[in-house]
């Protein structure tokens, strides 16, 4: 009787543990349901940074007289931007580029119109961006003063925007937002509730010109990812 007694208790333990063994393992096995939404956020803005380089050529035959030229070309151009309302901190001269063609063994001297050629860049960089804009699309005034500005790819214009800064809480709050419809949507088909936010990732903000002849305005997108829990 004593041996079939412990049979017995050792058979309900075992019983009773595998109980809790798939108790417990369905614990584990358990899985959430979630909804995983991306939310995009746009908007336009103005530039508020102009940056411009512009560069001009001139020739002599002797250095004194390049340097003189250079000088007084630099002082017209100066007064040239002051009339857009540019200021002295809105320019720099960088360093002037000199050619000295009698170095060029390869050159017929009797060909040479000078034997010294400087071109001269003169950086602009202002958040007055509508005098810089002005300023570079009426150069032909300076043709008048005996100058003329260099044409290649480092006179054009450039545009930037600075104040990412201050609107990205309002652009991801808006992003977080179109997250949130978008999962309500999904939580609608399938006839449950949004919970809580389970996981949010903020991708890359990216800055981007409004179109071809609107660089001086921007449009800045940024998408963030975020993982909801869904409720019956």
Request: aromatic content about 6%; some cysteine.
């Amino acid at each position: 009787m004593e041996n079939k007694a412990n049979v017995f208790v050792v058979c309900a333990a075992i019983i009773l543990g595998c109980v809790i063994l798939a108790m417990g393992m369905g614990k584990i096995t358990h899985t959430q349901r979630t909804v995983s939404v991306r939310g995009l956020a746009e908007k336009e803005v103005d530039a508020d940074m102009a940056v411009w380089k512009l560069s001009f050529s001139t020739g002599s035959n002797n250095l004194p007289e390049l340097q003189k030229d250079i000088m007084k070309n630099n002082q017209i151009i100066f007064d040239y931007l002051k009339e857009f309302g540019l200021t002295d901190s809105d320019f720099t001269v960088l360093s002037p580029e000199i050619n000295d063609a009698t170095t060029n063994i390869y050159l017929d001297s009797t060909r040479r119109t000078f034997n010294y050629i400087a071109k001269q860049p003169i950086l602009v960089r202002s958040g007055n961006v509508s005098a810089v804009k002005q300023a570079s699309s009426q150069t032909l005034k300076l043709i008048g003063q005996g100058i003329s500005i260099v044409s290649d790819y480092d006179n054009k214009v450039t545009y930037e925007f600075t104040g990412l800064n201050k609107i990205k809480p309002e652009m991801i709050a808006q992003a977080t937002e179109n997250a949130r419809l978008a999962a309500e949507q999904f939580a609608h088909d399938s006839k449950s509730k949004v919970g809580k936010i389970m996981t949010a990732t903020q991708g890359l903000f990216s800055i981007e010109d409004a179109a071809i002849g609107l660089e001086d305005k921007k449009n800045i997108r940024v998408v963030t990812t975020v993982v909801y829990s869904l409720k019956d």
